[in-house]
Protein backbone atom coordinates (compact mmCIF):
# COMPACT_ATOMS: atom_id res chain seq x y z
CA UNK A 1 0.00 0.00 0.00
CA UNK A 2 1.46 3.53 -0.97
CA UNK A 3 0.06 6.86 0.41
CA UNK A 4 2.02 10.26 -1.43
CA UNK A 5 4.46 7.56 -3.06
CA UNK A 6 5.37 6.62 0.53
CA UNK A 7 4.97 2.78 1.27
CA UNK A 8 3.20 1.56 3.96
CA UNK A 9 2.42 -1.67 5.85
CA UNK A 10 -1.50 -3.04 5.57
CA UNK A 11 -2.63 -3.75 8.90
CA UNK A 12 -5.81 -4.63 8.30
CA UNK A 13 -7.79 -5.20 4.93
CA UNK A 14 -11.37 -5.82 4.91
CA UNK A 15 -14.84 -4.76 3.26
CA UNK A 16 -17.74 -5.42 5.84
CA UNK A 17 -18.21 -1.57 5.28
CA UNK A 18 -18.69 -1.41 1.48
CA UNK A 19 -22.06 -1.65 0.04
CA UNK A 20 -23.41 -5.07 -1.37
CA UNK A 21 -24.96 -5.25 -4.78
CA UNK A 22 -27.12 -8.67 -4.91
CA UNK A 23 -27.99 -9.70 -8.14
CA UNK A 24 -31.20 -12.09 -8.18
CA UNK A 25 -31.67 -14.19 -11.18
CA UNK A 26 -34.90 -17.10 -10.29
CA UNK A 27 -35.52 -20.01 -12.44
CA UNK A 28 -39.55 -19.64 -12.98
CA UNK A 29 -40.02 -22.20 -15.60
CA UNK A 30 -42.80 -24.86 -15.84
CA UNK A 31 -39.79 -27.22 -14.18
CA UNK A 32 -40.14 -25.04 -10.99
CA UNK A 33 -43.54 -24.38 -10.49
CA UNK A 34 -44.22 -26.42 -7.56
CA UNK A 35 -40.83 -24.37 -5.61
CA UNK A 36 -41.69 -21.10 -6.92
CA UNK A 37 -42.95 -20.34 -3.44
CA UNK A 38 -40.49 -21.75 -1.60
CA UNK A 39 -37.96 -19.91 -3.85
CA UNK A 40 -39.47 -16.23 -3.46
CA UNK A 41 -39.51 -16.86 0.62
CA UNK A 42 -35.97 -17.86 0.16
CA UNK A 43 -34.68 -14.87 -1.57
CA UNK A 44 -37.22 -12.90 0.85
CA UNK A 45 -35.11 -14.00 4.01
CA UNK A 46 -32.18 -13.08 1.67
CA UNK A 47 -33.09 -9.46 2.03
CA UNK A 48 -33.38 -10.01 5.70
CA UNK A 49 -29.32 -9.74 5.64
CA UNK A 50 -29.14 -6.70 3.46
CA UNK A 51 -27.92 -3.22 4.96
CA UNK A 52 -28.72 0.32 3.85
CA UNK A 53 -26.78 1.28 0.83
CA UNK A 54 -26.86 -2.50 -0.52
CA UNK A 55 -28.67 -2.82 -3.44
CA UNK A 56 -30.71 -5.83 -5.77
CA UNK A 57 -31.49 -6.35 -9.30
CA UNK A 58 -34.06 -9.08 -9.87
CA UNK A 59 -34.24 -10.97 -13.14
CA UNK A 60 -36.09 -14.26 -14.07
CA UNK A 61 -35.72 -16.81 -16.39
CA UNK A 62 -37.91 -19.37 -18.34
CA UNK A 63 -36.34 -19.88 -21.73
CA UNK A 64 -35.66 -15.88 -21.72
CA UNK A 65 -33.60 -14.12 -19.15
CA UNK A 66 -36.34 -10.73 -18.24
CA UNK A 67 -35.35 -8.01 -16.15
CA UNK A 68 -38.07 -7.91 -13.58
CA UNK A 69 -36.82 -5.21 -11.46
CA UNK A 70 -33.74 -3.01 -12.20
CA UNK A 71 -31.09 -2.26 -9.29
CA UNK A 72 -32.43 -0.57 -6.83
CA UNK A 73 -32.23 0.19 -2.79
CA UNK A 74 -35.44 0.11 -2.13
CA UNK A 75 -36.86 -3.64 -0.34
CA UNK A 76 -39.95 -2.88 -0.62
CA UNK A 77 -39.78 -2.74 -4.61
CA UNK A 78 -37.98 -6.10 -4.57
CA UNK A 79 -40.40 -7.58 -1.81
CA UNK A 80 -43.24 -6.65 -4.27
CA UNK A 81 -42.02 -7.92 -7.14
CA UNK A 82 -40.87 -11.07 -5.69
CA UNK A 83 -44.19 -11.23 -4.46
Known sequence: VEENGIQLKAESVGQEGLPLD????????????SSLQLLASTAQE???????GDRVVVFTFAGD???????????DEV????N
Not at 22 to 33: E, G, K, Q
Not at 46 to 52: D, E, K, P, S, V
Not at 65 to 75: E, I
Request: proline share 3%; with cysteine.
Open 79 to 82: TRCL
Open 22 to 33: LVLLLDVSHSMR
Open 46 to 52: ALGALRT
Open 65 to 75: VRLDLPMTDRF
